[in-house]
């Protein structure tokens, strides 16, 4: 049997009618950015988050930035975020000038341990950002009560947590702003790149739609040095098909990852944490550790089953960031999630018979 990693066909292929209709209909009105279908998604995409706001931006980097963009956050400023996540969340920071500080994670949940953000904090500290990674969320009242005690920003990065809950609340809400992602492989994805930031503080909904398109509000009167990065209405028709069904969706990635935590039974594999009372886990990533993780890999892969890992170098260790001076060990915690950690399969359409023979494959590996 051959099992990819994600598959996208049965997503699509149920809904391909409505996908050519939104195409067939941007193409009949001309219109291809700025128009009709952006509004139309940025007021369900902000209604389905419980925000004021939603403004379609041109990927999930960008939302991050033109955030920190909008709070003022620049040269000699720091930003907090967690030091296991994607490095789009520190690369948001480090172009707006900022520098971003690591603080380790929790190592079963994966997200920012809010125990160890108050000995990073310093005066020059503007704001964080909580990662909701792998489609669970951060433990946000916590980190928005420290973010309060010192006068900072919260902000969500949203791009794998799409209709995930804290308490019962989506994200996209929890924070001052937040910011997503549409890459095609997200629970919500379009068929390109594409992002939002929401918001339920108008002046940053205003100067965030502002950024995005050049630094304008109005045609050739450009108030702020501003950026292209504008959903365009293709990718804004596609997203207002899929956005009804994300619930749906959502749902049977968790039937998934329930039979994953209840059927795997190896110890030499350990699973991530359960949905519980606070949090709403939407699996974008499911995440299992293994310290024989490229073995388990190598034998998955032999059993025609696609994995992936997220993220196999830790930021600090990455070249892109030798300038802040971090070695081996600076981050422990990080580094054995990123040597550890295996990503299984999990998408809308696994059918029952893959999902059993995934988990009979991990139940029979050995070293």
Same mark, same amino acid.
């Given at each position: 049997m051959n099992i990819p990693f994600v598959s996208l066909k049965q997503t699509h292929d149920e809904i391909k009618n409505e996908l050519n209709a939104g195409f067939a209909s941007v193409l009949g009105k001309n219109n291809y950015i700025m128009g009709d279908e952006l509004k139309a998604f940025e007021e369900s995409f902000a209604a389905y988050c419980g925000t004021k706001y939603a403004i379609g931006v041109g990927n999930g980097l960008d939302a991050l930035y033109l955030i920190l963009r909008a709070f003022d956050i620049g040269d000699g400023d720091e930003v907090i975020v967690p030091s296991n996540t994607y490095i789009a969340t520190a690369? %948001?920071?480090?172009?707006?000038?900022? !520098?971003?500080?690591?603080?380790?994670?929790? %190592?079963?949940?994966?997200?920012?341990? !809010?125990?160890?953000?108050e000995e990073k904090i310093t005066p020059r500290t503007k704001a964080i950002i909580a990662v909701h990674l792998y489609g669970r969320t951060a433990d946000m009242d916590a980190v928005v009560e420290i973010a309060h005690k010192h006068g900072i920003k919260v902000i969500e990065d949203s791009a794998q947590a799409h209709g995930a809950l804290y308490k019962g609340k989506k994200t996209g809400s929890l924070g001052d702003a937040a910011g997503f992602s549409f890459y095609p492989g997200k629970n919500l994805g379009a068929l390109g790149d594409g992002g939002a930031v929401t918001t339920n503080d108008a002046d940053i909904a205003e100067k965030v739609s502002m950024l995005r398109n050049y630094g304008s509000k109005i045609k050739y009167r450009h108030e702020l040095m501003g950026n292209n990065s504008r959903l365009d209405e293709l990718q804004a028709a596609f997203l207002n098909v899929k956005l009804p069904h994300l619930d749906k969706w959502n749902e049977y990635r968790n039937k998934i990852a329930s039979r994953y935590l209840n059927e795997i039974k190896n110890p030499l594999i350990t699973l991530p944490l359960p949905c519980d009372e606070?949090?709403?886990?939407?699996?974008?990533?499911?995440?299992?550790?293994?310290?024989?993780?490229?073995?388990?890999?190598?034998?998955?892969?032999?059993?025609?089953?696609?994995?992936?890992?997220?993220y196999p170098t830790a930021i600090h260790l990455q070249g892109a960031y030798k300038q802040l001076g971090y070695g081996v060990g600076d981050f422990p915690i990080a580094e054995k999630i990123a040597s550890d950690e295996l990503s299984l399969p999990m998408y809308y359409g696994m059918t029952d018979e893959e999902t059993d023979y995934i988990i009979d494959a991990l139940n029979s590996w050995t070293v």
């Open positions: 690369l %948001a920071v480090s172009y707006t000038g900022a !520098t971003p500080v690591f603080v380790e994670p929790d %190592a079963r949940a994966f997200n920012i341990d !809010t125990a160890r953000i606070e949090h709403y886990n939407v699996w974008h990533i499911f995440a299992v550790m293994t310290e024989h993780r490229d073995a388990l890999e190598k034998y998955l892969a032999e059993k025609g089953i696609g994995t992936n890992k997220h």
